[in-house]
């Protein structure tokens, strides 16, 4: 049983080593295998000793069978554990996140934190996935320091049309 507790606190000390060192452990071993992108990375790796180690010991101690037994439920274990840190770990790396965009700027409303002359520039402050950003900002007719502003359209990535908000 203690070959399985040790196999277990390997993996948890390698998941470990991993975290904090964040990728320089990979990039030590990235000639091994075509490196270890994908479903061979190191939190994989460590998930399937650790529930190998682990699953092992329970079943030795909770069964009372052999090293074979426990072999095979930990493999088991550790396989599963394998494909679920994977698949997390996948997940997690997607591009697809709602990452926003100066066009989800449209439409929001802001405050002017520099006054707008008329077909001039002025600063305006937006709130971008929560943050405040500040933006240059353009308008049709002159707008005070602190009123509230729409946008209208997005001009450029640093900035945008905006209209007074009338009340």
Known sequence: MAWFLGLGIAGLVLLVLALVLDGVL?????????????????????????????????????TGTGAGVATGAGTVA?????????????????????VPRGDDLTGSPGRVVT????????????????????????????????????VESVLSPTSVAVRPVER
């Open 26 to 62: 990979e990039g030590v071993l990235d000639g091994v295998g075509g490196g270890l992108d994908g479903f061979l990375s190191l939190p994989v790796i460590a998930g399937f000793v650790s529930a190998l180690g682990f699953a092992g010991a329970i079943t030795m101690g909770v």
């Open 78 to 98: 550790g396989g599963v554990v394998a494909w679920l840190t994977g698949r997390f770990s996948r997940a997690l790396m997607r591009d697809e996140a709602a």
């Open 115 to 150: 006054a707008i002359p008329a077909g001039g520039y002025g600063e305006v402050l937006l709130r971008l996935a929560g943050q405040p950003v500040k933006y240059a900002a353009k308008a049709s007719a002159p707008v005070p320091r602190g009123a509230e502003v729409w």
